[in-house]
C-alpha cells in the first residue's frame, strides 16, 4: 500500500493544531501510561497499522511489558493486568469511539466518573477524540507503519 499524500505538508498548520491538542494532552493529569493504552486501544478499534505501530512501541519504550501490550483488545478478560482506572478508561475510549453504536449509555458514563474525576474525563475524551483523528488521517492517506518501513 503507497501513501496517497503527505497531509503534513498540505496542511502544516491543521496537523500543528492537532499537535497543540495532544500536547494540551500530555501535560494533563492522565497518566502517560494510561494515554497510550487508550491511544493503543482506539487504533485497534479503527484498524490503524501506523497508529497500532506507533503506540505500541511508545508504550514499550514506557517499560509495559509485551504481554500487556499484547492483551489490549482483551483487556476484560485479562485478570488484574490492568488496574481499575485503566479498566475505565479502555471502557469509555471503547464506548465513545463507537458513538454511533453505543450513544455512550448513562451506565458508562457513571462507570467513567466512579474512576476520573470530571477534569480528568474531559480531558481523555479529548484524547480519545484525538486519537480517533489521528486514525482516521493515517488511514485515510495510507500512513506507512514504521514495521514496514524497516523490512
Known amino acids: 500500500m503507497s501513501k496517497r499524500l503527505d497531509y ?5 498548520a ?5 499537535g497543540g491538542v495532544y500536547g494540551y494532552i500530555m501535560q494533563s493529569s492522565l497518566p502517560p501510561v494510561l494515554v497510550d493504552l487508550v491511544y493503543l486501544r482506539i487504533s485497534q ?11 505500541t512501541r511508545d508504550l514499550m519504550k514506557k ?10 483488545q ?6 488484574n493486568l490492568f488496574d481499575e482506572r485503566e479498566r475505565a478508561a479502555l471502557a469509555w475510549a471503547e464506548t465513545v469511539t463507537r458513538v454511533a453504536e453505543t450513544n455512550v449509555p448513562d451506565e458508562a458514563y457513571e462507570a467513567a466518573r466512579a474512576a ?18 489521528y486514525n482516521r488521517m493515517a488511514i485515510s492517506f495510507r ?4 514495521a514496514a518501513l524497516e523490512n
Do not use: S
Not at 500512513?143 to 514504521?146: E, L, R, V
Open 63 to 72: 517499560g509495559q511489558k509485551i504481554e500487556k501490550i499484547a492483551l489490549v
Open 8 to 12: 503534513t505538508q498540505i496542511a502544516p
Open 14 to 18: 491543521g496537523v500543528k493544531a492537532l
Open 116 to 133: 476520573f474525576d470530571e477534569r480528568e474525563l474531559v480531558d481523555l475524551t479529548i484524547a480519545i477524540g484525538l486519537m480517533n483523528t
Open 143 to 146: 500512513n506507512t507503519p514504521q
Open 74 to 79: 482483551a483487556w476484560r478478560e485479562a485478570g
Open 45 to 55: 478499534i479503527n484498524n490503524c497499522a501506523y497508529c497500532l505501530d506507533m503506540h
